[in-house]
C-alpha cells in the first residue's frame, strides 16, 4: 500500500516544516502551516490534512512550491501537493467518520462467511495441527496460547479457519467480542484514525475485544508506524489474556519487513503451518463438496481434478463448481471429457513441464508408495506396478530415450524399460481398474 503514514514520513514532515518556517517566516507559517496534518505520499502527490477550505486554498495558491521543494530535499520524489479538510467534528469531505460504528461493523458476524465452518472443513495431514489448534482456541474459556499464528500457501484454508473458529466462539461463548478483521483494513483504520487524531479510540475499540483475529498479517511488513501501533495492541490484549489469532503467508521469522523483536512475539504462541495439499486431502475436499452441492460426479472425474489441480484449494472448487454449472446447464452428463474440455485453461495453468521427476512423483503419490521404493528393484506388487507405468508414463509423454529413462529408475537397462511398457499395454487390456489408473495419471500429466 504506497498511501501509508510511516513514521519515516512523519519525522521529514516534522523537519521540512522547521524549513518552511525559515522560508516563510513566522508569522506566516503560525496562521497557515502549524495544524496541517501530513497524511501519505501516494504517487507523487503529498497528501495534507488541513483545518478548513480557507487553510487549504490559501495554502495550495502561496506555499506548495515551497513545500514540494523543501520536502524533496528530505529524498522524497513530490510533484505535486493535495489537500483535504478534516474538521472537528472529524468529517473529511462529507464522509462521516465513525470509529465506534465502524468496529461494531467489524465485531458483526455478518462479516463472516456461513460456509466457512468447522464442519465444513476437510481435515487430512497437511492441516490436521492448524485445525486442532483452532478447535481448541474454539474452546478455550482462557487462551492456552496467544497468539495463535497461522500460516501457509495462498488458498489452503487459513481464512476458512479463522472464521471458523469465529463461528465456534461465538456459538460456545456468545458473549465475548470477537473481531476478525483482514491486516489490510486493520492499517487502513489506523490511518484513518491517525489522521482525525483518534488514535486513542482506535486504541481503545481493539482493546475492548476478547479475540482480535487478523487475517493476512503480511501486508503489516514495512508500515512501521502501523507495527508500532500493532506491537502495541497485541501486547496489552496479550496481558490481559485476551486471545489473538494472526494469519500470515509466511512463518513469523520470515515475514519481510518486520522488526525483530514483533517476529519473536508473534512465534511466543504456537506456531502451526498448514501444508500444500496432498492427493488424499483434496480428493476428500472434492467429495465432501459435491456432497454438499448434493450432485453426484463419477469418482473418476474427480480423482482426476484431485491429481489434476495441485496448486491451491481455491483453485480445485472453482474447477469443480465450473464444472458442475457447465453440466446443469448443458445438460451434459459429467465424464473425464467433459471435465478435461471445460477445464482447459485451469489446467494448463496447473500444468508443468512434465520431467521424468514430475512423472515419478505423481505416480508415487498416486499409488502411495516411496520414491525409493519406486526406483528400487523391489518386486512388490503394488511397486512393481507402479514403476511399471512410470516408466510407460515416461516413455510415452517425455523426449527421453529408453537407456536414460532405464538410468531414471535406480540406474536400469534399457530392456527393463521395454519390458514395462509391454506389461502395461497388456494390461491395459484386461483391467479395467488399471486402465482408469492410467488413464488419470495421463491425462494428469499431458499438456
Ligand atoms: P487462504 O486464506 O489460506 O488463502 P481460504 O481459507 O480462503 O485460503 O481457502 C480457500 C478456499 O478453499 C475456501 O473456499 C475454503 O473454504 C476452501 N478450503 C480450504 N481448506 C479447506 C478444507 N480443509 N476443507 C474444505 N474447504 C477448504
Ligand atoms: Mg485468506
Not at 11 to 34: C, H, N, P, R, Y
Not at 128 to 151: G, Q
Not at 407 to 435: A, N, P, Q, Y
Given at each position: 500500500m504506497s498511501s501509508v503514514v510511516d513514521s519515516k514520513l512523519?519525522?521529514?514532515?516534522?523537519?521540512?516544516?522547521?524549513?518552511?518556517?525559515?522560508?516563510?517566516?513566522?508569522?506566516?507559517?503560525?496562521?497557515?502551516?502549524?495544524?496541517?496534518?501530513?497524511?501519505?505520499?501516494d504517487e507523487n502527490v503529498l497528501k495534507i490534512a488541513a483545518p478548513s477550505n480557507f487553510v487549504r486554498d490559501n495554502v495550495l495558491a502561496r506555499?506548495?512550491?515551497?513545500?514540494?521543494?523543501?520536502?524533496?530535499?528530505?529524498?522524497?520524489?513530490?510533484?505535486?501537493?493535495?489537500?483535504?479538510?478534516?474538521?472537528?467534528?472529524?468529517?473529511?469531505?462529507?464522509?462521516?467518520?465513525?470509529?465506534?460504528?465502524?468496529?461494531?461493523?467489524?465485531n458483526d458476524i455478518s462479516v463472516l462467511d456461513?460456509?466457512?465452518?468447522?464442519?465444513?472443513?476437510?481435515?487430512?495431514?497437511?492441516?490436521?495441527?492448524?485445525?486442532?489448534?483452532?478447535?481448541?482456541?474454539?474452546?478455550?474459556?482462557?487462551?492456552?496460547?496467544?497468539?495463535?499464528?497461522?500460516?501457509?500457501?495462498?488458498?489452503?484454508?487459513?481464512t476458512h479457519l479463522m472464521h471458523a473458529t469465529a463461528w465456534a466462539i461465538h456459538h460456545n461463548y456468545p458473549n465475548k467480542k470477537v473481531i476478525y478483521i483482514s491486516a489490510e483494513k486493520f492499517m487502513y483504520l489506523f490511518i484513518k484514525s491517525l489522521r482525525f487524531k483518534s488514535a486513542m479510540s482506535f486504541k481503545e475499540m481493539f482493546r475492548a475485544v476478547d479475540v482480535l483475529m487478523i487475517d493476512d498479517v503480511q501486508f503489516i511488513g514495512g508500515k512501521d508506524t502501523t507495527q508500532e501501533e500493532f506491537f502495541h495492541t497485541f501486547n496489552e490484549l496479550v496481558d490481559n489474556n485476551r486471545q489473538i489469532i494472526l494469519s500470515a503467508d509466511k512463518s513469523p521469522s520470515d515475514l519481510d519487513g518486520v522488526e525483530d523483536r514483533l517476529k519473536s512475539r508473534l512465534g511466543w504462541g504456537l506456531v502451526a503451518d498448514i501444508h500444500p495439499t496432498t492427493y488424499e486431502l483434496r480428493l476428500g475436499i472434492l467429495q465432501s463438496k459435491i456432497k454438499q452441492f448434493k450432485i453426484s460426479i463419477p469418482d473418476n472425474v474427480l480423482e482426476f481434478l484431485a491429481?489434476?489441480?495441485?496448486?491451491?484449494?481455491?483453485?480445485?472448487?472453482?474447477?469443480?463448481?465450473?464444472?458442475?454449472?457447465?453440466?446443469?446447464?448443458?445438460?451434459?452428463?459429467?465424464?473425464?471429457?467433459?471435465?478435461?474440455?471445460?477445464?482447459?485453461?485451469?489446467?494448463r495453468s496447473n500444468e508443468r513441464l512434465v520431467t521424468i521427476e514430475v512423472i515419478q512423483k505423481k505416480v508415487c503419490e498416486y499409488y502411495g508408495v516411496k520414491l525409493s521404493d519406486l526406483i528400487s528393484s523391489r518386486r512388490h506388487k503394488a511397486v512393481t506396478t507402479a514403476r511399471q507405468i512410470a516408466m510407460y508414463l515416461c516413455?510415452?509423454?517425455?523426449?527421453?530415450?529408453?537407456?536414460?529413462?532405464?538410468?531414471?529408475?535406480?540406474?536400469?537397462?534399457?530392456?527393463?524399460?521395454?519390458?514395462?511398457?509391454?506389461?502395461?499395454?497388456?494390461?491395459?487390456?484386461?483391467?479395467?481398474?488399471?486402465?482408469?489408473?492410467?488413464?488419470?495419471?495421463?491425462?494428469?500429466?499431458?499438456?
Open positions: 512523519r519525522q521529514i514532515w516534522t523537519e521540512a516544516l522547521s524549513d518552511v518556517k525559515g522560508a516563510i517566516g513566522d508569522g506566516a507559517f503560525k496562521t497557515w502551516m502549524t495544524k496541517l496534518e501530513v497524511v501519505a505520499i506555499y506548495s512550491d515551497t513545500i514540494v521543494k523543501i520536502i524533496n530535499s528530505y529524498g522524497c520524489t513530490v510533484r505535486n501537493l493535495s489537500i483535504d479538510v478534516y474538521d472537528n467534528n472529524n468529517t473529511v469531505n462529507n464522509e462521516k467518520y465513525d470509529d465506534a460504528q465502524k468496529i461494531k461493523d467489524y456461513k460456509r466457512f465452518t468447522f464442519k465444513n472443513f476437510v481435515v487430512g495431514k497437511p492441516n490436521e495441527f492448524a485445525y486442532a489448534a483452532a478447535i481448541r482456541v474454539a474452546e478455550s474459556e482462557i487462551p492456552s496460547f496467544n497468539p495463535l499464528f497461522l500460516y501457509g500457501g495462498v488458498g489452503l484454508g487459513k491429481v489434476k489441480i495441485t496448486s491451491n484449494i481455491r483453485e480445485l472448487e472453482g474447477a469443480l463448481n465450473r464444472i458442475v454449472a457447465h453440466s446443469t446447464l448443458v445438460g451434459r452428463h459429467i465424464t473425464l471429457d467433459v471435465a478435461h474440455e471445460v477445464l482447459k485453461d485451469i489446467l516413455k510415452n509423454l517425455t523426449t527421453k530415450s529408453l537407456p536414460d529413462i532405464g538410468k531414471s529408475f535406480g540406474g536400469k537397462d534399457h530392456s527393463t524399460v521395454i519390458h514395462s511398457v509391454k506389461k502395461v499395454k497388456e494390461r491395459v487390456e484386461t483391467d479395467r481398474t488399471f486402465c482408469a489408473d492410467l488413464e488419470i495419471l495421463t491425462k494428469s500429466l499431458e499438456s
